[in-house]
């Protein structure tokens, strides 16, 4: 078996690069839109964007954000090395960014009543981290 491939034949998992300044912003209390001002690339402060306008019921503002967060975690994710498909593990904490940007986006989908983009993003996110779908319900 090539080093490139898991016990299923499948791609490797994608691990993301760790950038952990974003996230220690955001842990210290900093508020998501200065983090994604300083970090526009960060996956993780535009899914927190979006979480915040859910949560205050700006549905659309919130699919902004998280489609916004979905493209910044796809262009990461192709730079290291995925190929469109293949594990994209939830345990490796750099790639939560992206997963929690790809749930939220389908969330918001779900609830504008764009059904097919919430299917496709919701079997995305099972396929690319189980844990995630699981963890973010």
């Excluded at 730079?79 to 389908?106: C, I, M, Q, S």
Aim: aromatic residues 8%.
């Amino acid at each position: 078996m090539s080093i490139h491939e898991n016990l299923l034949g499948g791609p490797p998992p994608t691990h993301l690069p760790d950038d952990p300044g974003p996230r220690e912003l955001l842990a210290s209390g900093t508020t998501p839109s200065d983090v994604a001002a300083q970090h526009p690339t960060s996956s993780l402060a535009w899914a927190r964007l979006a979480d915040e306008a859910y949560e205050r019921g700006s549905v659309v503002e919130s699919y902004a954000y998280a489609r916004t967060g979905y493209h910044r975690g796809l262009d990461a994710l192709r730079r290291n090395g995925w190929k469109g498909h293949g594990p994209v593990p939830w345990e490796h904490e750099p790639n939560r960014g992206f997963l929690r940007a790809l749930h939220a986006l389908a969330r918001a989908a779900r609830t504008i009543g764009e059904q097919e983009e919430y299917e496709r993003c919701s079997q995305f996110l099972k396929d690319s981290s189980p844990t995630a779908a699981q963890v973010l319900g």
